[in-house]
């Protein structure tokens, strides 16, 4: 952590001594984040899915109630 002074205050944030930059040093937050992403976008892919698969069973009803709106018809 030669190059790095740490941020008054924060426990995970230090200024890059070089550039000025500062820099979050906190892995485990970082992992939780990362982690809490991944589980948005499985649960937005998996909405995502269940909207298709119900699109396509109305469409499927629908295509059931003309067959038999047809057939009621024909007698």
Known sequence: ???YMRVEG???LYRDK?????????STGY???????LKRQI???DIASMKSQLDESRK???EL???IQEMINRK
């Open 65 to 67: 109630k003309e067959l």
């Open 60 to 62: 499927q009803i629908e």
């Open 43 to 45: 649960d937005k892919n």
């Open 31 to 37: 992992k939780q984040y990362k982690r809490q992403k």
């Open 18 to 26: 070089k550039t000025g930059a500062i820099v979050n040093m906190d």
């Open 10 to 12: 924060h426990n995970h």
């Open 1 to 3: 952590m030669e190059g």
